[in-house]
């Protein structure tokens, strides 16, 4: 019935998206011809010109969507020689819903399953089927738990949810390219984006009516346990999945490094931390029901599935991995289908780990070391340029630039710890100590037998000129030599940072430009282009272009290299900024200027909230 419903829907809301364009156009003509007989053609043509640019992008707009295939999604193709114990399970369930068991499984690096259907004449006639597994699901999941997750997707195939899945693709695509063609200021673009948040909540809402539909034959195949312990292990297995790319991955992969085997990674994270992710399974908070909600919240969809009537299945507590062949030769090569490495250097974890760490640590310290730099007008800086401020007494005078709530004396003691970073970095560039992965805590610096070393004493005795001589003949015993540790890039990169906002002509020191809000600087592009065309303009140069080739091609300004910023009006935004070396320079927002997001300035002003507050 809810795929009845959605087909309805979604056609009749497609349908209605170009009414309401043509009751537009018809608007326009109406206008165009009373303008021209109380006016001039020029004025009339001024004034329509932005009216007939809209509707355009409204023909384009269901141009692209026609034309545009729902192509199956990137992952491993696999057989039954792969996946043997996968495919017998697959079709086994698929007789048990009633319904045709799909023609191709794909192995995705997701914490999802999902299925799709390259339908015919609008999903009156069924084609090609194809089911998604993420292997985390694999790697984490019981055998009963992962059989609940494929009776879901196979219940979507027997309610033929999926027939319309190219009609509903079509239709977000036709009024999402319709939208990014207007302007925000143009006042079609209203209509239309208030039509397409109406056709996004029909669409919804029908999505969500067909995954309790599907929860069903999760509980009817596996059982309530099963079908319900599976839906609560998602949340925390997602949570997981995004912890390790973050803590174990991205450092890594920012420094041009990669792991050569990604998900296998994955799995031993999972067995270290398996009592953290069985606790975080269980109290994992539930999000708030959201009518822009494609699924409904877990608990909701457990409550339903208390209703539903369900079979008596035994537990089965084996391992998911078990489906197929080798789930760690499946991990190496879904890898090799969906990662680009691109020049990154390949290195096992252990010396990836070691890499990536170092390589981290060495960008803290250049920061620092930069600083030093500036301080003192070394061209060179490095762990000897502050260890020489230390014994000169001018240590505080320097450190209070990172504290500034402490006094000069305060300041001194309390770079203790940025101390021990730079240790740490003269440790590793000395050849003595490496970075040792643990997949239960953070990598940990290690000696050149294995042992921990712990440098925080010594750099506590290395940032006063009393004891600094007694740190120096401790880091000698230790054969780490603070002369070998110095900057490594003299100038702040780009390499990884992060695109946070962006603004189109903006008036920089009395010239219009267009200026992108890093995580670490602010990019500013001169010569923009026409002002009418500035978001658009931001969206197509951050969509073409890598950051890092941003930053290098244009005028960058490091946050490290601002003193203090003046604002002097938030909106529309003036401030004045005063940079190392006396120089001072000028934004100011104009009539002209556009938000590449709506949070665009107020990122900004955060931005120098935080400067002048560090």
Do not use: C
């Not at 599907?214 to 509980?219: E, F, L, N, T, Y």
């Not at 080798?326 to 990662?339: F, H, K, P, S």
């Not at 000129?465 to 120096?472: I, S, V, Y």
């Amino acid at each position: 019935m809810s795929a009845t419903y959605r087909a309805l829907a979604s056609v009749v809301m497609l349908i209605g998206f170009y009414v309401v364009a043509l009751l537009q156009l018809a608007a326009v003509v109406a206008l165009g011809v009373w303008l021209f007989s109380h006016t001039t053609g020029a004025i009339t043509g001024k004034l329509l010109l932005p009216l007939v640019v809209a509707l355009g992008a409204v023909l384009v707009g269901l141009w692209r969507a026609i034309r545009t295939k729902n192509e199956p999604v990137p992952g491993l193709i696999l057989g039954e020689r792969e996946a043997p114990g996968l495919w017998a399970t697959v079709r086994e369930l698929a007789a048990a819903v009633g319904t045709r068991a799909p023609d191709e499984i794909r192995l995705v690096p997701e914490v999802n399953a999902a299925v799709g259907e390259q339908s015919r004449l609008l999903g009156l006639i069924g084609g090609r089927r194809t089911l998604y597994i993420g292997l985390p699901l694999l790697q984490a999941m019981r055998l009963d738990q992962l059989r609940s997750v494929l009776a879901h997707e196979l219940g979507h195939y027997s309610g033929q949810h999926t027939r319309l899945g190219g009609v509903a693709y079509r239709g977000r695509l036709a009024i999402e390219e319709t939208i990014e063609r207007i302007s925000p200021r143009n006042p079609i673009g209203w209509v239309f984006k208030g039509y397409s948040k109406l056709y996004l909540m029909v669409d919804n809402a029908a999505s969500r009516r067909q995954e309790l539909e599907a929860d069903r034959s999760s509980v009817l195949l596996a059982g309530h346990e099963a079908a319900a312990s599976a839906l609560r292990s998602l949340p925390a297995l997602d949570a997981a999945w995004g912890f390790y790319m973050r803590r174990y991955v991205e450092p890594g992969w920012s420094a041009d490094l990669a792991p050569d085997d990604l998900f296998g990674g994955f799995g031993q994270l999972l067995h270290a931390r398996s009592d953290e992710i069985a606790e975080l399974r269980e109290n994992a908070p539930d999000r708030e029901p959201s009518r822009w909600d494609t699924h409904p919240p877990v608990g909701v969809r457990i409550a339903a599935m208390a209703d539903a009537p369900a079979a008596t299945v035994a537990p089965d507590d084996r391992p998911a991995a078990i489906l197929l062949a080798d789930i760690a030769t499946a991990g190496r090569q879904l890898q090799g289908v969906v990662v680009d490495h691109g020049r990154r250097q390949v290195l096992p974890w252990v010396q990836f780990t070691a890499a990536a760490v170092a390589a981290g640590v060495q960008q803290q310290a250049d920061s620092l070391y930069r600083a030093a730099g500036r301080f003192t007008g070394v061209p060179q800086p490095g762990l000897a340029t502050v260890l020489e401020l230390v014994r000169a007494g001018r240590l505080g005078e320097f450190a209070e630039q990172f504290f500034g709530d402490a006094t000069r004396k305060e300041a001194a003691v309390r770079f203790a710890g940025p101390m021990e970073t730079l240790l740490d970095n003269a440790a590793v560039r000395s050849g003595r100590a490496h970075w040792r992965l643990s997949w239960t805590g953070p990598a940990q610096l290690v000696g050149p037998h294995g042992e921990p070393w712990d440098l925080a004493e010594i750099a506590k005795l290395a940032v006063s000129p009393q004891t600094l001589d007694e740190a120096l003949a401790r880091l000698t015993e230790l054969g780490i030599d603070p002369g070998g540790a110095t900057v490594v890039e003299s100038q702040v990169s780009g390499r990884d940072a992060d695109l946070i906002g962006a603004l189109a002509n903006i008036k920089v020191d009395g010239r219009e430009h267009d200026v992108l809000v890093l995580d670490r600087g602010l990019v500013i592009i001169g010569n923009p282009g026409k002002a009418n065309q500035g978001e658009k303009r931001l969206r197509a140069l951050v969509g073409a272009t890598p950051v890092a080739e941003l930053v290098a091609r244009h005028a960058f300004v490091p946050y490290e290299e601002i003193v203090s910023v003046v604002v002097k009006r938030e909106v529309p935004l003036k401030a004045e900024l005063a940079l190392h070396g006396g120089r001072v320079v000028t934004m100011q927002e104009l009539m002209a200027s556009e938000l590449l997001e709506k949070h665009s300035r107020d990122t900004l002003l955060r931005v120098f909230r935080q400067l002048n507050d560090d």
